[in-house]
């Protein structure tokens, strides 16, 4: 194991590479230093000839909670100079365009799920090929209660168009075992089994050589691609620039300022609780 990044550890385990995004008392939140790491480690196992498939998973309780604001992890120009929508926009625009590395990476990515893997989370995790998730995994994009849309929007193409809107109509989660149901994951495995059911995946997949593994993704990611994906992430980044103006997005800004953000989800996400029976 390896741990030439400041956010995360890489392994070597055969032909697959391991990513482990490592920073879990911040419930591995995705920092603009986190997410230049995660992607500089895919496109590194990409350009490596001995690597078929990569798995990216987290250590702690939480595979990732979302964006994240972390000081020494924020360089000059990762946010908007002036605040204006359109400042907004272009960098939703690049958001989506840093995960679309994953999606485009021409071998195999297997987002591996644990704990939560909530908002910002559920783009890295739906930009990968697979998705296996623990059984009790937390999945979902709650702000779009109070903050946006998803800047990046892979719903409809994991879960199809009803099930998307049930989910970001409403902001709930769904547990592993429903996200299977619905299709969201392919598979799901107890927590502590996790591990070994994902990278007997791996390795299944790693027995095929690259470029037939490449050549079979390139044709289902074209199939993604004439269903209009590259053009609905920008659309998608679009409505997040006008969705943080909204009227409730401004006066839940205000609120988290006044009490703090932990305090104002929490009172934001009363209403949402099943009514007890």
């Known amino acids: 194991m390896t741990s030439d990044y400041t956010t995360l550890l890489v392994e070597h385990i055969g032909h697959v590479r391991r990513i482990t ?16 790491e995660i992607l500089h480690a895919v496109e590194s196992a990409e350009a490596d000839t001995e690597v078929r498939v990569v798995i990216i998973r987290s250590s702690g309780r939480s595979f990732s909670s979302g964006y994240g604001y972390v000081a020494e992890d924020v360089a000059e120009g990762d ?5 204006t929508i359109e400042d907004d926009v272009t960098a939703m625009i690049r958001l989506g365009s ?3 590395r994953i999606w485009d990476c021409t071998i195999p990515v297997i987002a591996q799920v644990q704990g939560n893997c909530l908002a910002g989370g559920t783009d890295l995790a739906l930009h990968c090929d697979v998705v296996v998730a623990a059984e009790d995994a937390r999945i979902g994009f709650p702000p779009v209660r109070s903050m946006g ?24 989660t769904v547990t592993g075992r429903e996200a299977k149901e619905i299709g969201l994951v392919v598979a799901t495995a107890p927590a502590e089994e996790l591990d070994q059911v994902v990278l007997e995946l791996a390795s ?16 289902v990611n074209m199939a993604v691609e004439l269903m209009g994906r590259s053009q609905l992430q920008k ?43």
Not at 21 to 36: D, I, K
Request: no cysteine; aromatic share 8%; proline share 7%.
């Open 235 to 277: 659309f998608a980044a679009l409505s997040d620039g006008i969705g943080h103006r909204a009227p409730e997005a401004l006066a839940f800004s205000k609120r988290s300022r006044e009490i703090g953000l932990r305090n104002a989800v929490r009172e934001r996400d009363e209403g949402f609780r099943p009514p007890e029976r």
């Open 98 to 100: 840093g995960w679309g």
């Open 21 to 36: 995004l490592n920073r879990p008392e911040h419930h591995n939140s995705l920092t603009p230093r986190s997410m230049r």
């Open 79 to 83: 946010f908007g100079q002036n605040g």
């Open 149 to 172: 849309v998803p800047p990046t929007n892979m719903w409809v193409y994991n879960v199809g168009p009803q099930w998307a809107k049930r989910l970001l109509l409403t902001g709930d």
């Open 204 to 219: 299944r997949m790693a027995l095929i050589g690259r470029d037939l593994l490449i050549g079979n993704k390139r044709v």
